[in-house]
């Protein structure tokens, strides 16, 4: 039994004079012969890959809409969370993005503050004298200890 593979190329021009390419192979036995064609359409490419290039792009956006989104949310949520701790938050956009959760409580909320201001000014707590200072300036002036301005108010006030 013999078998034999015949391959031929066909370019059509269309009117819009994309070149459409058409792959066609044959097998051929001594009986029957079987063949298969494949298009390439250069149009079809092209539009394929600009849908590709953009759907990048819409993601590549909402990425960077997304990072913007979630840059906002710890000051709302320590705004939110300080007037309903321990309880759930649903914090959304009008695009349907949401972060959920619980709030943590107020204890919580005041470590998360003070372990920022640390992260943003190293080295300005240089001794625990000088963290008790601040600690007592925030709770004699009032301020709210779940807040970063508060931190950051009272080293100013205490390292004079």
């Known amino acids: 039994m013999k078998i034999l593979v015949l391959t031929s190329l066909v370019v059509v021009l269309s009117a819009s004079a994309s070149p459409q ?15 298969t064609s494949t298009v390439n359409n250069q149009a079809a490419v092209v539009a394929e890959q600009q849908r590709e290039q953009y759907a990048a792009g819409q993601a590549a956006g909402s990425a960077m809409g997304m990072a913007i989104y979630r840059a906002h949310f710890p000051g709302w949520r320590r705004k939110y969370c300080s007037k309903h701790p321990s309880q759930p938050f649903n ?6 993005d949401s972060i959920t959760g619980t709030c943590p409580t107020l204890q919580g909320l005041s470590s ?8 943003k000014h190293p080295g300005s707590v240089r001794s625990p004298e000088l963290a008790i200072a601040i600690d007592k300036y ?3 002036q009032g301020l709210p200890p779940w807040e970063l301005k508060s ?10």
């Open 21 to 35: 390419t058409i792959n066609t192979t044959c097998t051929l036995y001594p009986s029957a012969a079987y063949c």
């Open 112 to 119: 998360e503050a003070a372990q920022e201001f640390v992260a």
């Open 138 to 140: 925030i709770a004699d």
């Open 91 to 96: 914090y959304g956009n009008a695009r349907g």
């Open 151 to 160: 931190y950051e108010k009272a080293q100013k006030a205490v390292a004079r």
